[in-house]
T-cell receptor, first 116, second 111 residues
Framework: NAGVMQNPRHLVRRRGQEARLRCSPM?????VYWYRQLPEEGLKFMVY????????ESGMPKERFSAEFPKEGPSILRIQQVVRGDSAAYFC??????????????FGPGTRLTVT | DAKTTQPNSMESNEEEPVHLPCNHS???????IHWYRQLPSQGPEYVIH???SNVNNRMASLAIAEDRKSSTLILHRATLRDAAVYYC????????????FGKGTLLTVNP
C-alpha cells in the first residue's frame, strides 16, 4: 500500500515565480492536510481539505497561498509570487476519517522549497 | 491551544526501555494527546495517541497521568531506528485534526 506521495521533493524558484506542490493521499483517504516547517521550527498546520472542499484554512497566509483537492487527481498547494520567506519544507498528510474522533495522520516525505 | 513541555534531548542505550515525558498542565477535557516522531529529512510518523486511558500499540505505550496534566511515551526496547525527534501534541475538541508541532525531544540511541 503506497504511502502519501509528494512531488517534487525539491523545488527551486526565483522570487516572484509560482510554486505548485502536489500531494497524493494514501489509497482510500479522503482527508488531506498541509503543514509548513520553517527552518529550525516545528510543523505548523496550514489547511485541511476534503474532496472538492476546503474545511479549515485557518493556518494559511491570507495572500498568495491557495490549496485545492479536486475530485480527481492530487491535492495542490499553490504559492504565487514566492518570496524568500516562503523557503521551507511543506508536508502533506492524509487520514481516513474525522467524525469528531481523533485519528492518525500519515505524512508524506515533504517538498523542500527554496526561493532564490 | 494548550501547550506541551518536553525535554530538549534524551539519551538511551539500545535494547533498553525509554520513557519520554511530556507536561501539558493546561490540557482541557476534550484534548487528545498525540505522539509523532520525525527522522531527519523525513515527514513525521504517527506513534500513538490517547484521551484518558493508557494505550498500547505495536510501536509504543502511552501512559497518561490520572489528572491528564502529563503523559509518558514508552518505547519498550529502543533500537537505533528509534533515534528521532519525538513530538507530544495536543489537539482540541472540534479541530482534532489540527496538529501543532513544538520543538520535541531529540532521542539519541547508543549502540
Amino acid at each position: 500500500n503506497a504511502g502519501v506521495m509528494q512531488n517534487p521533493r525539491h523545488l527551486v524558484r526565483r522570487r516572484g515565480q509560482e510554486a505548485r506542490l502536489r500531494c497524493s493521499p494514501m489509497k482510500g483517504h479522503s482527508h488531506v492536510y498541509w503543514y509548513r516547517q520553517l527552518p529550525e521550527e516545528g510543523l505548523k498546520f496550514m489547511v485541511y481539505l476534503q474532496k472538492e472542499n476546503i474545511i479549515d484554512e485557518s493556518g494559511m497566509p491570507k495572500e498568495r497561498f491557495s490549496a485545492e483537492f479536486p475530485k480527481e487527481g492530487p491535492s495542490i498547494l499553490r504559492i504565487q509570487q514566492v518570496v524568500r520567506g516562503d523557503s521551507a519544507a511543506y508536508f502533506c498528510a492524509s487520514s481516513l476519517s474525522v467524525a469528531g474522533i481523533s485519528y492518525e495522520q500519515y505524512f508524506g516525505p515533504g517538498t523542500r522549497l527554496t526561493v532564490t | 491551544d494548550a501547550k506541551t513541555t518536553q525535554p530538549n534531548s534524551m539519551e538511551s542505550n539500545e535494547e533498553e526501555p525509554v520513557h519520554l515525558p511530556c507536561n501539558h498542565s493546561t490540557i482541557s477535557g476534550t484534548d487528545y494527546i498525540h505522539w509523532y516522531r520525525q527522522l531527519p529529512s523525513q515527514g513525521p510518523e504517527y506513534v500513538i495517541h490517547g484521551l484518558t486511558s493508557n494505550v498500547n500499540n505495536r510501536m509504543a505505550s502511552l501512559a497518561i497521568a490520572e489528572d491528564r496534566k502529563s503523559s509518558t511515551l514508552i518505547l519498550h526496547r529502543a533500537t537505533l531506528r528509534d533515534a528521532a525527534v519525538y513530538y507530544c501534541i495536543l489537539s482540541s475538541g472540534g479541530s482534532n485534526y489540527k496538529l501543532t508541532f513544538g520543538k520535541g525531544t531529540l532521542l539519541t540511541v547508543n549502540p
